[in-house]
């Protein structure tokens, strides 16, 4: 498979224990080493487009998705505060989820939260920033391998190989683009990261 697939960033940004509550559900169906085939559960993602590099474009969408989450949507209410007395106007909240993902989509790239699970099509909030789009998506399989290390274009190319070849030997057929997955939030040292590269198989 060449390097230059669409490629998938998945960051999970954790504020205060560097990691979120939620991450996304599956049940493992195959493991072997650090090696595992996971079954994943249908997700919703809120979703947005954005122009400029691989880096950039990560960066250039955290802010838009997280107001989002933080209440910028179309279920606002009034919240009466004491000490000090004031009376603010403010949208549900969203918990931080796992996986923060980033695809390539043309030449953009799709930058997306998953949504908590309590949430369904007809419950999730609407977005007020309308280049924030909301999909379900259904479920699915993933061949993946966990390693640590820093966040590195070398790192990944080199457990991508190696999923790859053990993809081989599985016979598992590639449907999609690798995911390069971050579970850590930028504070934690490289030692202790949880890092994945994911591929969609049949």
């Known amino acids: 498979m060449k390097k230059s697939v669409l490629t998938t960033v998945i960051l999970l940004l954790g504020i205060q224990s560097g990691l979120a509550a939620e991450e996304a559900a599956y049940k493992v169906v195959k493991k072997e080493g650090g090696k595992e085939l996971r079954a994943y559960e249908p997700q919703i993602l809120a979703e947005i487009l954005i122009e400029g590099t691989l880096e950039d474009a990560g960066n250039k969408a955290f802010r838009p998705l997280f107001k989002y989450i933080d209440g910028h949507n179309t279920s606002q209410q009034k919240i009466a505060m004491t000490a000090p007395v004031s009376q603010e106007k403010a949208g549900e909240k969203i918990a931080m989820t796992s996986p923060v993902s980033q695809e390539k989509v043309g030449e953009k790239w799709s930058v997306s939260f998953m949504m908590p699970a309590t949430f369904t099509m007809k419950t999730i909030p609407t977005p007020t920033n309308k280049n924030i789009t909301l999909r379900l998506k259904p479920a699915h399989r993933m061949a993946t391998i966990r390693y640590t290390g820093r966040w590195s ?29 971050k579970y ?19």
């Open 184 to 202: 850590n939030a930028p504070f934690i040292p490289w030692f202790m990261r949880r890092n994945e590269v994911l591929i969609p198989v049949k």
């Open 153 to 181: 274009k070398e790192g990944y190319e080199t457990h991508l190989e190696l999923l790859e070849s053990w993809m081989k030997k599985q016979d598992l057929t590639p449907i999609g683009s690798p995911i390069w997955a």
